[in-house]
C-alpha cells in the first residue's frame, strides 16, 4: 500500500530554514502529483504548496510564496520542502500528501488520497 513518511521537522529560530523531506513508497511515485500541507494547533489543516509529476506545474500559497520551495526527485521517489526565513507562524505539523494523475497539482486537500503521519516543525521568536 501507498506510504508517505516525512522528516526533517524540528525546532528552529525565526529566520532560519529546515528541509522537510517526505519518502513515498507502495507506488509509481511519477505517477502523482504531490502536496504538503500544515496543520497548527487549534487549527484546520491548510494548503502549502503542491508540485505536479514532471516538476513543471507548482503552487503555493500565499503565505510561504517567495520563501518556500517544493522540488522532487520521482529517480528517489522523494518530495522536499525548503523552507527559509521561517516564522514562528510557521510553526505546524506538516503532512505530505499524494494525488494521483498527470495533471496540474492542487489546493484541494480532498484531491489527495493519501498521506503521510506528519511532522512537527516549531520557530521561535
Known amino acids: 500500500q501507498v506510504q508517505l513518511v516525512e522528516s526533517g521537522g524540528g525546532l528552529v529560530q525565526a529566520g532560519g530554514s529546515l528541509r522537510l523531506s517526505c519518502a513515498a513508497s507502495?507506488?509509481?511515485?511519477?505517477?502523482?502529483?504531490m502536496g504538503w500541507f500544515r496543520q497548527a494547533p487549534g487549527k484546520e489543516r491548510t494548503f502549502v504548496t503542491a508540485?505536479?509529476?514532471?516538476?513543471?506545474?507548482?503552487l503555493y500559497s500565499d503565505s510561504v510564496k517567495g520563501r518556500f520551495t517544493i522540488s522532487r526527485d520521482n529517480a528517489k521517489n522523494t518530495v522536499y520542502l525548503q523552507m527559509n526565513s521561517l516564522k514562528p507562524e510557521d510553526t505546524a505539523v506538516y503532512y505530505c500528501?499524494?494525488?494521483?494523475?498527470?495533471?496540474?497539482?492542487?489546493?484541494?486537500?480532498?484531491?489527495?488520497?493519501?498521506w503521510g503521519q506528519g511532522t512537527q516543525v516549531t520557530v521561535s521568536s
Open positions: 508540485i505536479d509529476w514532471s516538476g513543471g506545474g507548482i
Open positions: 507502495g507506488m509509481s511515485f511519477s505517477n502523482y502529483f
Open positions: 500528501a499524494a494525488g494521483r494523475g498527470f495533471r496540474l497539482p492542487t489546493m484541494r486537500s480532498e484531491e489527495y488520497p493519501h
